[in-house]
């Protein structure tokens, strides 16, 4: 069965420069899926096609199986939701979502009774009648939102809708808009540059760099297997080292770090591969004494930055850098400038290849 919405061969120029490079995807009906991705990656440049605000300059797209060619924006009943709100000034809040209804020829009387009760589903009830400039930034992305719902959108575009915004009431419009997408079931791409949003509210992310596509995983597996270095670093705090295979079969890899690092045999590698070896920092241990067994290295303490419940000990082995999260209390066995172990289990350790 082929997928809702489907991006093939996706290319993008603007003039000589290449902003989209062959992008393949697919998503599902009812799924949420983050773009995410450095400044300048293509996010919103996909998007923007996807909307029809923008032309590819080679390939297609579909949804439930119909080509969006040549159809204006207008035409595409896709909602949209930008970081500056883009609401009409001089409307009210009801009227700012009964728009897009009015657009479509619904009665007035109809509309603003839709309208009103989008607004009670964003959390905006009693709100209706006030101007923008009466209303908080957070309530007028809720406005954005509920006028960008109001029409039984195919598909809802949020283009880093939530930057404007501090940070306590980003989390509690990211667990809203999570809850909203849910209970209409709409088909949901949100742009974002922040790895940390992207992992609470996506069912999948779809990493971006230099307009390509790195990698479309859930974002525990984003997280456990990145494809790519790239993604290692643009995901979660990481400790890359480089290495090479020793024994593909046995699953060994070795490196100046980590010494010898078992990982599950894998027929990707070869041996002699060089490769990265990921260790996430919470999967290191740190220890006065050295561990009686398993896997460790020494490794010197160079700064503690402390968050209160957890601190991040930044270090190194040899030359190279090493990070360890720890937990506030385990802080307190080490202090800057002394000497410890690090120690992992040999399932922690991810390797990479390194093209
Ligand atoms: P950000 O997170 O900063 O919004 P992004 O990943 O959304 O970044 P895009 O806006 O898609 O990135 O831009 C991708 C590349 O295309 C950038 O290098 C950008 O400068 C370039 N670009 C985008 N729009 C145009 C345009 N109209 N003309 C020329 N270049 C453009």
């Keep these: 069965m082929s997928s809702y919405l489907n991006l093939s061969g996706v290319n993008k120029m603007f003039g000589d420069f290449q902003a989209l490079d062959d992008v393949n995807l697919d998503i599902e009906r009812g799924e949420f899926v983050t773009f995410l991705g450095p400044s300048g990656s293509g996010k919103t440049t996909t998007l ?36 500056n709100y883009a609401l009409f000034p001089h409307k009210t809040a009801v009227e700012n979502v009964y728009f ?83 209970r209409l079931g709409v088909t949901t791409i949100f742009v974002t540059h922040d790895q940390t949003e992207a992992m609470s509210m996506s069912d999948r992310i779809v990493v971006f760099d230099k307009g390509r596509i790195e990698q479309v995983a ?46 599950p045999a894998d027929a990707r590698f070869s041996n002699g591969q060089a490769v990265n070896i990921l260790i996430r920092p919470e999967h290191l241990k740190i220890s006065r004494k050295a561990p009686e067994s398993g896997e460790w290295a020494t490794m010197t303490v160079d700064t503690i930055v402390n968050y209160g419940d957890n601190a991040l000990v930044i270090g190194h082995s040899g030359d190279h850098p090493v990070r360890v999260r720890v937990l506030g209390a385990d802080v307190v066995i080490i202090q800057e400038g002394e000497d410890c172990h690090i120690s992992w289990q040999p399932d922690a350790v991810h390797i990479i290849s390194e093209a």
Excluded: W
């Excluded at 207008?74 to 949209?80: S, T």
């Excluded at 923008?132 to 949020?158: C, D, M, N, W, Y």
């Excluded at 024994?247 to 770090?257: K, L, Q, R, Y």
């Design 218 to 263: 859930d974002p525990l597996d984003l997280y456990h297997r990145p494809n790519t270095r790239f993604v290692a670093g643009f995901v979660g705090e990481s400790n890359i080292m480089a290495g090479h295979v020793v024994d593909a079969a046995a699953g060994v890899a070795e490196c100046a770090v980590f010494g010898t690092c078992r990982y």
């Design 100 to 182: 897009p209804l009015q657009m479509r020829g619904a009665s007035r009387k109809e509309g603003l009774e839709k309208a009103n009760q989008m607004l009670e589903l964003v959390g905006l009830k009693g709100f209706s009648e006030r101007h923008p400039k009466e209303l908080s930034g957070g309530q007028q992305q809720r406005v954005a939102l509920a006028r960008a719902l109001v029409f039984e959108p195919s598909l809802l575009l949020l283009d880093e809708p939530l930057g404007a915004l501090d940070k306590n009431l980003r989390e509690q419009m990211q667990i809203e808009i999570k809850r909203i997408q849910k």
């Design 48 to 83: 923007m096609i996807i909307a029809g605000f923008e032309h590819a300059t080679k390939g297609r797209i579909t949804i439930d199986g119909k080509p969006l060619d040549g159809l204006k924006p207008y035409q595409r009943n896709i909602g949209i939701v930008f970081q």
